[in-house]
């Protein structure tokens, strides 16, 4: 079973700092594009930043300069580190890959429960 489970989330003020950690049930070294996502209330999920498995990034223009995403293949792990953040980046934040799934044969991607990020003073 595919599976994503997010960790690292809490309650931060404006101009903090939290870490995230995804930690996934397959080894993430073959997965091309793995990324970090987040739904804040009423509004729909949106892709935060992405990595490849040779380490290219991308960011979403709402975090560029104040996250940073990365991994560790060894430890199937992939982080997202989110600096200076905002009362609007309060959201639910995951992490998901699409292009994994159809390799165990499983229909995807599916979504966890993610981890709350909640920014407020």
């Known amino acids: 079973q595919v599976q994503f489970a997010e960790s690292g989330g809490g309650l931060v003020q404006p101009g903090g700092s939290l870490r995230l950690s995804c930690d996934a049930s397959v080894s993430i070294f073959i997965i091309i594009v793995i990324g970090w996502y987040r739904q804040a209330p009423g509004k729909e999920r949106e892709l935060v930043a992405t990595i490849t498995r040779v380490g290219s990034t991308n960011y979403a223009d709402s975090v560029k300069g104040r996250f940073t995403i990365s991994r560790d293949n060894a430890r199937n792990t992939v982080y997202l580190q989110m600096d200076n953040l905002k009362p609007e980046d309060t959201a639910v934040y995951y992490c998901?890959?699409?292009?994994?799934?159809?390799?165990?044969?499983?229909?995807?991607?599916?979504w966890g429960q993610g981890t709350q990020v909640t920014v407020s003073s």
């Open positions: 998901n890959a699409d292009d994994i799934y159809s390799d165990y044969g499983e229909e995807g991607p599916y």
